[in-house]
């Protein structure tokens, strides 16, 4: 009898240690972790699939080992995570979105795109902010495209019918708007918007937009519960570099209060103005760290801070390296998780939300930590 009873407390263990699978009606969204640069694999509530980003940084970087280990590339660990994700059923990306032409963010789409079926590729052009001609990433890119047929398409700011559901009747309380890119960003009336950005020849050579400003961004809407990603735009201008330049306040005034947000350029210096967080009220953040330099001590600080908006202030982090937690000191304390995959789950209609961290130095994906239920807003 008490072997009978280990038994079945052993078996409830591995239960709970196990994130249950995904249920129609429920929005997942995966912030993956491979230590080695950003991707997000998101489950709508009708099962449509969209990735955001496919980062693969490879090569012998100090303090940047990959998770769980160097056997595979991060993009091929990325695919790992979304078989496994949507198992049993056959793995399928209906919606791929490069945020933007560095290699953290799509370096491995390439063989994400071999693995498993891309119905439609968005980025965001190569009009606007041409990238180099010698840049051997976004050549390799082109390349994938052209040989793989890959349908593609440039974002379209403002709209919200780029992105849709499989069966969008079904719930007509779910949106992706497309916030922003290349300058352009919605202004929060109808499917508007505007560039923030002066024209390329009244730019002083020095104030030219980077890549990163040019930074895909999404807002995704269901019922009250509201997410933002915007890859690496910048919130905090340089000394003496024109306001323009930190695009999130043009986002933050679009958007308004936002429940869950990825933290913009990893937390690295130059993200999360105090304006952007305060207008935002996310009770959760989370950072897609892979370098030693993500988060910034001082934009960690400016996410910790009461001061700006009351309630939760709770981060989560993929990948925290050993010298970024000694320079950030006891605040390391203060985060919800130093390492791991971070699942966000918006219940049936979006009321609320649970946040689950997975293990990520193994295939497993246990959870290691559970979080909510938050109230959206």
């Given at each position: 009898m008490?072997?009978?009873?280990?038994?079945?407390?052993?078996?409830?263990?591995?239960?709970?240690?196990?994130?249950?699978?995904?249920?129609?009606?429920t929005l997942d969204i995966?912030?993956?972790s491979t230590g080695r640069g950003n991707a997000a694999f998101f489950?709508?509530?009708?099962?449509?699939?969209?990735?955001?980003?496919?980062?693969?940084?490879?090569?012998?970087?100090?303090?940047?080992?990959?998770?769980?280990?160097?056997?595979?590339?991060?993009?091929?660990?990325?695919?790992?995570?979304?078989?496994r994700t949507m198992a049993p059923q056959p793995p399928r990306i209906d919606y791929a979105v490069i945020t933007h032409f560095h290699t953290d963010h799509m370096g491995g789409i390439e063989e994400v795109g071999a693995a498993i079926p891309i119905g439609k590729l968005i980025d965001r052009g190569?009009?606007?902010?041409?990238?180099?001609?010698?840049?051997?990433?976004?050549?390799?890119?082109?390349?994938?495209?052209?040989?793989?047929?890959?349908?593609?398409?440039?974002?379209r700011v403002g709209v919200a019918n780029q992105i849709t559901l499989r069966q969008p009747d079904a719930f007509k309380n779910f949106e992706v708007r497309n916030v922003a890119a290349n300058g352009w960003v919605w202004t929060g009336i109808g499917d508007d918007s505007k560039s923030v950005f002066p024209p390329l020849a009244m730019i002083d050579k020095e104030d030219k937009p980077s890549e990163n400003m040019c930074s895909i961004g999404l807002r995704i809407?269901?019922?009250?519960?509201?997410?933002?990603?915007?890859?690496?735009?910048?919130?905090?201008?340089?000394?003496?570099?024109?306001?323009?330049?930190?695009?999130?306040?043009?986002?933050?005034?679009?958007?308004?209060?936002?429940?869950?947000?990825?933290?913009?350029?990893?937390?690295?210096?130059?993200?999360?103005?105090?304006?952007?967080?305060?207008?935002?009220n996310s009770a959760v953040?989370?950072?897609?760290?892979?370098?030693?330099?993500?988060?910034?001590?001082?934009?960690?600080?400016r996410m910790m801070t009461s001061r700006l908006y009351p309630g939760p202030h709770d981060i989560f982090v993929t990948t925290l390296r050993e010298p970024t937690k000694a320079s950030i000191g006891p605040r390391v304390s203060q985060l919800k998780a130093t390492h791991g995959h971070i699942v966000v789950r918006v219940a049936p209609g979006g009321?609320?939300?649970?946040v689950y961290v997975l293990d990520d130095t193994n295939e497993e994906m246990n959870v290691i930590g559970t979080f909510g239920p938050y109230v959206s807003q």
């Open positions: 008490i072997q009978l009873l280990i038994s079945l407390a052993l078996a409830a263990t591995a239960s709970a240690a196990t994130l249950p699978p995904w249920t129609p009606g995966h912030q993956i489950l709508f509530p009708d099962g449509t699939t969209m990735l955001v980003d496919a980062g693969s940084v490879t090569g012998n970087l100090p303090d940047t080992e990959q998770r769980p280990n160097a056997s595979r590339t991060p993009g091929g660990w990325i695919v790992r995570y979304i078989e190569t009009a606007y902010l041409p990238p180099p001609q010698t840049d051997k990433a976004m050549l390799s890119y082109e390349m994938f495209i052209a040989r793989r047929g890959v349908k593609r398409e440039s974002i809407r269901y019922g009250k519960f509201d997410y933002w990603t915007g890859g690496d735009i910048p919130g905090v201008p340089d000394p003496g570099s024109p306001d323009w330049q930190s695009v999130e306040t043009a986002v933050a005034r679009a958007i308004g209060p936002t429940d869950v947000h990825v933290v913009n350029h990893h937390g690295s210096i130059s993200p999360e103005s105090a304006f952007f967080l305060a207008t935002l953040m989370i950072v897609p760290a892979w370098s030693p330099t993500h988060p910034s001590q001082d934009v960690l600080k009321d609320q939300y649970n």
